[in-house]
């Protein structure tokens, strides 16, 4: 009896399933995520004031960073010769300080000099290109920052450029070596011991002898620093393996390659 009690209720809910239609409707699926949203464009800061010697590459390099920069978003690029530009303020909107083909001693006062010092020490980027080694001797922590002060350049001349670390973004791209017309630069010390070296010269293919880097990387507390000797002509800025460079170079110093 118990048994026959037990159909007679399960039927009905059998027979009301039947005559809804069939199996009942899948649950719905959950709301998908929102996709993720594009990085920010790295803000790049480009300083071209000169205090000694002016390089006529300075125009070329003004335009190649805007057309860079106009490629893809990436970046955007302010270009100043104005030193009151580096403010506290003006560096907090910005993710990238390039000196670019600066010279001599720039006349930055001490809260500028220490507005700098904390912005890249707490996370800010900072490139310097060619000339930024022979700028503010005489303020040391730039001199840590941009990694090397100039010496001279001894030689002015078609020579091979090696690419000794390929596992950086701003190299990532070349071939083992570079072939090129530049102003070679040497510096008052080696930074080997200090910076992760990228690029140096082959220095038998300038008939000469020593360890010269060329292109380096390093941290300063959270901040990052990239600094490459090229840029003496306008036909290297003009020169698309070094415009890959510098492009992966604002990428890497601002935060957004590893």
């Known amino acids: ?67 860079l920069a106009s490629r893809g978003g990436a970046f955007t690029v302010a270009v100043t010769e104005d030193l009151g530009d580096i403010t506290p303020a003006r560096l907090a909107a910005t993710d990238v300080l390039m000196f670019a083909l600066t010279s001599g001693e720039l006349a930055l006062d001490q809260n500028q000099k220490s507005a700098i010092v904390a912005w890249i020490t707490n996370g800010g980027g900072f490139i310097g290109v060619h000339s930024a080694t022979d700028t503010l001797y005489d303020w040391s922590d730039y001199g840590r920052i941009v990694g090397a002060y100039f010496k001279e350049h001894p030689w002015t001349e078609p020579a091979t450029v090696i690419v000794e670390d390929r596992s950086h973004p701003t190299t990532s791209g070349l071939g083992a070596s570079l072939r090129l017309l530049e102003e070679f630069y040497t510096f008052r010390e080696n930074p080997r011991p200090s ?12 008939h000469a002898q020593g360890d010269f880097p060329l292109a380096w990387w390093q941290t300063i507390g959270r901040g990052r620093s990239y600094y490459n000797a090229l840029g003496h002509f306008s036909e290297t800025w003009n020169d698309p393996s070094f415009q890959s460079q510098l492009s992966a170079a604002v990428q890497w110093a601002g935060g957004r390659l590893p």
């Open 195 to 206: 910076v992760h070296v990228l690029l140096s010269l082959d220095a038998a293919s300038v």
């Open 1 to 67: 009896m118990h048994r026959i009690a037990s159909f007679r209720h399960v039927a009905p809910v059998l027979i009301l399933v039947a005559a809804c239609g069939g199996t009942p409707p899948a649950p719905s699926a959950a709301p998908s995520a929102p996709p993720p949203s594009a990085p920010q464009p790295v803000r790049v800061l480009m300083l071209t004031a000169t205090a000694a010697f002016r390089h006529d590459s300075i125009t070329t390099s003004k335009q190649v960073m805007a057309a």
